[in-house]
């Protein structure tokens, strides 16, 4: 069968079928929660598990959260989840501090460890919210590989308090976040690094 | 005063290139679906996720129709792959027809809940629709070319998108995109290309 043969079956098969439809943006994070939620200490660990404070909520919930997320420009894949509180909610063991070239800045705290993972607070303050369709991403560099810890958007005051976890027994060598475009190509730029 | 975060709870994801010990992206479905039920591992279902997402809400939404109830079911759908890993056997099929049959069963469940079952008298006038089974072959097919075109990497799958699902020409692709024409002919070539590869190993042969 020849390349043209070819091209013209598989776009007819292309126009035989519905397009599909978009996911929600908050499906990801659900539906893992309601598969993994309920796995427990079957659960096994990973090297960057983000949990929201939340561990289990409704879809109807998340959906009203992602609205808000959207209408507040932030990352089309976003979710939101209020965190809350303004002490940590752990006893921090560790602490780093990260920094931007325009003012923006970041600290991390790290709790003890607990059945493999180690709780982990990230607050960001004065950094500029993201735009529609873009989302910040916080990596470690751990032994040399880029590890993908949590992604977030600030609040238009530029602030962001979001909770996560990482394995007990990860070890990094330096944090940066970078503002990512959703589905684009990586990497994306760097705003903030460890000082 | 703390404002709330605006948190994606991770991606766990890794630079493409840079992280292989803890990126199960190459792995095939079935054996990510072998992850997942011995392991319990929880990026493989991740993975899984990112590739069956769409062609499993697109599956239920249009079983459903209904974008509400979708939500809700894919999630369930979603859960139950989770739950059931175990059950999956690779000698009976593929991962591919076991995670459509769990949506679709999820699906067909929630409709069955939704209306009311009415005994009534037969209708005078005979459907003549699609048969079920037929209905069944073209879910499925559906969901495979979804599948498919969502294994294409993202500048390929725009430009496809573009043109077979919102129906723009190459010029319009060409002007939306911001690309010189000759880059998106490259690009809808290359992708039909790999298409007629995935198709054929998923089996839509047609």
């Known amino acids: ?73 932030a990352a089309a894949a976003a979710l939101v989840i209020g965190v809350g509180g303004r002490g940590s909610p752990f006893d921090a063991q560790t602490s780093l501090a990260l920094a931007g070239p325009t003012g923006a800045s970041a600290t991390v705290d790290f709790g003890a460890a607990n059945q493999g993972t180690r709780p982990m607070l990230v607050r960001i303050h004065d950094l500029r919210p993201a735009k529609a369709g873009w989302y910040y991403e916080m990596w470690f560099n751990v032994r040399g590989d880029e590890v993908s810890a949590v992604t977030f958007n600030t609040s238009s005051s530029g602030e962001a ?35 | 005063m703390t404002t709330a975060a605006y948190a994606i709870p991770g991606p766990i994801r890794a630079r493409s290139s840079t992280l292989r010990r803890m990126d199960p992206g190459g792995l095939s479905d079935e054996d990510l679906l072998e992850q997942v039920a011995t392991e319990r591992d929880s990026e493989a279902f991740a993975v899984l ?27 369930e759908a979603f859960a139950a792959v989770w739950r059931a890993a175990r059950g999956y056997r690779r000698e009976r099929g593929t991962a591919s027809a076991w995670l459509f049959a769990i949506a679709r069963n999820a699906a067909v469940d929630a409709t069955r809940a939704r209306v009311p079952l009415v005994v009534g008298e037969a209708p005078e006038v005979p459907d003549h629709g699609p048969l079920p089974e037929a209905m069944a072959i073209a879910e499925m097919e559906a969901f495979e070319v979804h599948v498919a075109v969502d294994s294409l990497p993202d500048r390929e799958r725009e430009v496809i998108e573009l043109a077979y699902y919102s129906g723009l020409s190459q010029t319009e692709i060409s002007d939306r995109l911001s690309l010189p024409l000759g880059t998106v002919k490259t690009r809808t070539r290359t992708a039909l290309a790999r298409l007629s590869d995935v198709l054929e190993e998923r089996g839509v042969t047609r």
């Open chain 1, 161 to 195: 308090t979001v909770r996560s976890a990482i394995s007990s027994d990860m070890h990094w060598g330096s944090c940066w976040v970078t503002l990512e475009k959703v589905g684009g190509p990586d990497p994306g730029r760097v705003v903030l690094r460890s000082t």
């Open chain 1, 1 to 73: 069968m020849s390349d043209h043969d070819d091209f013209d079956r598989v776009e007819q098969i292309l126009r035989s079928v519905p397009a599909p439809t978009a996911v929600p943006p908050g499906l990801a994070d659900v539906a893992r929660e309601a598969a993994l939620g309920g796995a427990g200490a079957d659960r096994r660990s990973v090297v960057a598990v983000a949990r929201p404070r939340v561990p289990r909520f409704r879809f109807r919930f998340a959906r009203l959260s992602a609205g808000v997320a959207v209408m507040a420009a």
């Open chain 2, 49 to 75: 996720y990112r590739r069956y997402s769409r062609a499993i809400y697109s599956l239920v939404q249009r079983v459903l129709r209904d974008h509400h109830a979708a939500d809700d079911v894919s999630q």
